[in-house]
């Protein structure tokens, strides 16, 4: 089954069976050796219960396109970003569907240098290729296993200093998903006093969705935190390659705070070099920037997005309000284990809870976090917030609406795959940024 909706702009997601099973699997990995031509690839997979077969399937369609594979077995998305670029590979395909519910299967699919295969960068072509069906088998290419983790762990830990963490109390979510599997060798090697919740690897998620942006998955890592009197609270997704922090106070910290703290630490090692953040960011990630001698470029929201601009501006850090966290010496990609191991870096050698470094920040800029209202025009809407709001500051369409004013801001972008608006918003105080989200919300949902 391959239903033609699960080809997404960023990557390929869809219900098991009755929008994507094997069949629709091996007709994509074909797809994508005919199309773009790789020599060698990686894949990988997730621990969730259909991902065995769907590996297999995986495999075995790039196999009968000519494609030699490295099966690098259960790994969390950033292994495969990792492989790719540590093994020279032509290209890679990971089976996941990232944060989404048990019933969910997918693919993220990357070129060579772990460059994403998007809707506007092949991904669309691979789609069409795959509905049509496929050319004739080739002489089968070669399958061969890899065990990554090693490398994989010498890679990630050369991101800090090892003898400068301190033995911090912190508790870890792995919810279940690949944080279980590919964080017990990087904590071998850290002196920190963790408490490990829910890291046997479990498609079912016994304990809750492995999504930490819906408020209702991030209640057990708050009160979990507070419980153990913790330093630090850290959540994954299901893939691994998101962590979200909850402070020493049980507090959530919004990615773009997490973004200024992490800009600061790396442009201390790296003096005037370029960070990127997203439109929806707050202003503490530009002014951050600017205040540690770095240069701040903002971006549309997007991990193909990103990953391009990292390479063409040589920026040596990215963040997305969303949890994404990209990194120059980590083939540009987004990782999920890189910015834990930053986190509890800055807390050892600041020698102060998370909450007393956030405070400057929570003081100073309030934000709304992101609103979704569904809309029947998304088009009309846009352009009936222009009119009412475009004369109060300066209007920019890098990715939906902007309307930047002295002393408030906010973006409103369409979802990419759902009729949605979603707004973020943020003002020097309190009472305005409620003032200002409440005008505005009055637009989207009139």
């Known amino acids: 089954m391959l239903d033609p909706k699960v080809f997404k702009a ?53 196999a009968e396109a000519g494609c030699a594979v490295v099966d690098i077995g259960m790994v969390g998305t950033e292994m495969t970003y990792f492989a790719v670029d540590h093994l020279g590979l032509d290209g890679g395909i990971m089976v996941t569907a990232s944060h989404n519910p048990k019933e969910y299967t997918g693919m993220k699919i990357v070129r060579r240098g772990a460059l994403p295969v998007g809707g506007d960068s092949g991904l669309f072509d691979v789609r069409d290729r795959a509905l049509a069906g496929t050319g004739p088998v080739k002489a089968r290419g070669a399958v061969a296993d890899q065990d990554v983790y090693p490398a994989f762990v010498d890679r990630v830990l050369s991101f800090v200093d090892l003898p400068s963490i301190r033995p911090l109390r912190v508790v870890l979510d792995a919810a279940n998903g690949m944080a279980g599997a590919m964080l017990p060798p990087i904590l071998e090697r850290l002196q920190l006093d963790t408490v490990r919740c829910f890291f046997e690897p479990d498609g079912t998620f016994p304990n809750h969705e492995p999504n930490p942006l819906l408020p209702e998955n991030r209640e057990f890592i708050v009160r979990k935190t507070l419980d153990e009197g913790a330093d630090l609270g850290v959540a994954y997704d299901g893939d691994a390659d998101r962590c979200f922090f ?128 569904p809309v029947k025009d998304v088009a009309v809407k ?24 002295d002393d408030w801001h906010m973006n409103v972008r369409p979802s990419n795959t759902e009729p949605l608006l979603r707004l973020n918003l943020e003002a020097r105080s309190e009472e305005l940024m409620e003032r200002k989200r409440d005008e505005v919300l009055d637009v989207i949902r009139g």
Do not use: C
Request: hydrophobic fraction near 40%; charged fraction near 30%.
């Open 382 to 405: 846009l352009q009936e917030l222009k009119e009412r709001f475009g004369q109060e500051g300066t209007v920019s369409h890098l990715d939906g609406i902007s309307v930047d004013a």
């Open 246 to 373: 909850v402070d020493d106070t049980g507090e959530f910290v919004p990615g773009d705070f997490v973004t200024a703290l992490f800009a600061e630490s790396i442009l201390d090692k790296e003096p005037g070099g370029k960070v990127i953040y997203d439109v929806r960011a707050s202003w503490a990630v530009p002014e951050t920037i600017e205040r540690a001698g770095g240069v701040p470029l903002l971006n549309r929201v997007g991990h193909a997005f990103f990953k391009e601009r990292m390479r063409r501006d040589g920026a040596v850090f990215g963040g997305e309000v969303s949890a994404h966290y990209y990194f120059r010496d980590f083939s540009q990609a987004d990782s999920g284990t890189v910015p834990f191991l930053l986190m509890v870096e800055l807390l050892s050698k600041r020698g102060q809870k998370l909450s007393e470094l956030l405070r400057p920040y929570r003081e100073r800029y309030f934000l709304t976090g992101e609103l979704n209202t």
């Open 10 to 62: 960023y990557d390929v997601r869809g219900l098991y069976p009755q929008e994507l099973d094997e069949e629709g699997a091996r007709a994509i990995a074909r797809a994508y050796v005919e199309q773009l031509e790789p020599a060698r690839i990686a894949v990988g997979r997730d621990m969730r219960t259909m991902s065995p077969s769907m590996a297999a399937a995986v495999i075995e369609g790039a």
